[in-house]
């Protein structure tokens, strides 16, 4: 059984090897059941293959993740970061070299020394306004 500060040092470690790129690393951190909720892209496969896929779903990206928070309680652990990041395109939107800056926070389950579960929550909206996307009304339905 992991102690709360192993976990916390767990997620911070994740988090650091995302921004490494280190996807093998992260997933021998990872459950064979892990499931991410919440955020682009939807309906990864579970497990380490979830990971990955995230990853080739990102596709070219130079980032660093820095760390604002970190909070455990039991097999919980949450981390609230802040992301600089240069990225090819975004939900479809071309990045042109344009640097993002965008914060998000994620919640993990970890057990055993491994992450069972990710919740993610980002300024996703942030970044799309970053990159020249623009909010235009709808028309009302008739």
Known sequence: ????????????????LVSEHK??????????????????????PAG?????ELFRTIGPIEQEWTIEDVIAEGDRV????TNT?????????PGCGRRQTFTATF??????????????????????LQLGARIVPGTPEQ
């Open 1 to 16: 059984m992991s102690s709360i500060e192993d976990n916390k040092t767990l997620a911070r470690r994740w988090l650091g």
């Open 23 to 44: 996807i093998e690393e992260i997933c021998e951190m990872t459950a064979p059941t892990w499931t991410m909720h919440g955020g682009p892209p939807g309906g990864l």
């Open 48 to 52: 380490p293959d979830g990971v990955r």
């Open 78 to 81: 949450a981390v609230r970061a």
């Open 85 to 93: 990041c240069i990225q090819e395109s975004f939900l479809g939107v």
């Open 107 to 128: 919640i993990h389950r970890i057990v055993d020394g491994k992450v069972l579960e990710t919740w993610r929550n980002a300024d996703d909206l942030g970044r799309l």
